[in-house]
């Protein structure tokens, strides 16, 4: 069956270490991966969108691999601040239709 | 407006009653999703428009589940004989691209179902 994992547990870091946040997919063949950030109670904002002929993507403190032998896609954050938490989400293309997210990983940084 | 944006932000309902959920996507975006998100879940895809006609439809759970875009641009999400477990938030998100692109979504609509 199709499934994408992320951490299921929260990651919980310090200020100023770098956060690396795992997205691993099986039976799924995505021409692209997305991931994005939601805060509670709103709505999930995009962040990076790397493609399947991409290996890295980089993105201000943001790094996104993507590795479609291994299928999986590592986000980075580094320079961590307590704004950055959250819970950051995956998604895969299907089919150029529609994308499927995984269940996120909560992001803690504390001070 | 500048931002997807849903009505009602929240709506609390009695199970067997009818419900309408409104989406108004970013002006001149042609794709439009649905979603639907459970507490400590990740969004469920539920139906995908390119202008007025529903492309995706996969991801409806059953036909107590409808959603319209007459005009191309708002989009009404319609549920008949709600159910407790049909409680969620139910996300809306627009797009540019005709192929999957980057998402703006909305705040979402948060349904209880009593």
């Known amino acids: 069956s199709q499934k994408i994992e992320q951490n299921s547990e929260a990651l919980n870091i310090q200020e100023g270490k770098t956060a690396t946040l795992t997205c691993n997919y099986t039976?799924?063949?995505?021409?692209?991966l997305q991931w994005y950030r939601q805060d509670p109670g709103r709505g999930p904002v995009f962040l990076l969108l790397?493609?399947?002929?991409?290996k890295e993507k980089r993105k201000e403190r943001l790094k996104v691999t993507f590795d479609t032998t291994l299928k999986q896609s590592l986000f980075h954050i580094t320079a961590s601040q307590p704004a950055d938490s959250a819970t950051y989400l995956c998604a895969l293309d299907v089919n150029g239709n529609k994308l499927v997210f995984g269940a996120g990983t909560i992001l803690r940084v504390k001070s | 407006g500048a931002g997807v944006s849903q009505t009602p932000s929240n709506k609390v309902t009695e199970k067997g009653k009818y419900v309408e959920l409104r989406c108004d996507p970013i002006s001149g975006h042609t794709a439009l999703y649905w979603y639907r998100q459970s507490l400590g879940q990740g969004p469920e895809f539920l139906i995908y428009?390119?202008?007025?006609?529903?492309?995706?439809d996969s991801g409806l759970p059953n036909d107590r589940f409808f959603a319209v875009r007459p005009e191309g641009s708002v989009s009404t999400l319609k549920i008949q004989r709600t159910e407790r477990g049909d409680s969620a938030v139910y996300l809306c998100?627009?797009?540019?691209?005709?192929?999957?692109?980057?998402?703006?979504f909305g705040e979402g609509s948060r349904l209880t179902v009593l």
């Open positions: 790397i493609r399947e002929n991409e």
């Open positions: 428009f390119q202008g007025t006609g529903a492309a995706d």
């Open positions: 039976n799924y063949s995505p021409a692209y």
């Open positions: 998100a627009s797009s540019s691209a005709r192929n999957t692109g980057e998402l703006f």
